[in-house]
């Protein structure tokens, strides 16, 4: 009977137990990077606070930076004439100001909050 119980724990054991601690694989998915010169930075006074930035080649577009929701790492400069790189959402969002009591967003939306940004 004790030699049962062992075999039947040892079974268990051999058979389940290192399938319970075989680490899945992970699957990260990267966030969509941005680089280059900033050439406009304007402030965005209602709804997301922040900076809407407009970034050179060679892989610009517009960004919006948020205090709240973006990382700024060295230099700390976000103003026109540096150097920027970084990663963003992906998701667009809209620049909003206000104008006639009211906010509204002019101009195209940014192609993503800044999650991540160094300056130099």
Excluded at 6 to 20: E, K, N, R
Excluded at 90 to 112: E, F, K, L, M, S
């Amino acid at each position: 009977m004790k030699r049962k119980i062992i075999i039947i724990i040892f079974l268990i054991t051999t058979l389940i137990g290192p399938s319970v601690f075989v680490a899945k694989e992970a699957n990260a998915q990267s966030l969509p990077s941005f680089g280059g010169v900033m050439t406009i930075v304007k402030a965005c006074t209602c709804g997301t606070l922040g900076l809407l930035i407009s970034v050179s080649p060679p892989s610009g577009g517009l960004y919006l930076y948020s205090p709240k929701f973006s990382r700024l790492f060295m230099n700390y400069r976000i103003w026109t004439g540096s150097w920027v790189l970084g990663l963003h959402t992906g998701a667009p969002v809209g620049c909003a100001n206000v104008h006639d009591g009211y906010c509204t967003v002019q101009g195209p939306p940014a192609q993503g909050i800044i999650t991540m940004v160094g300056t130099s």
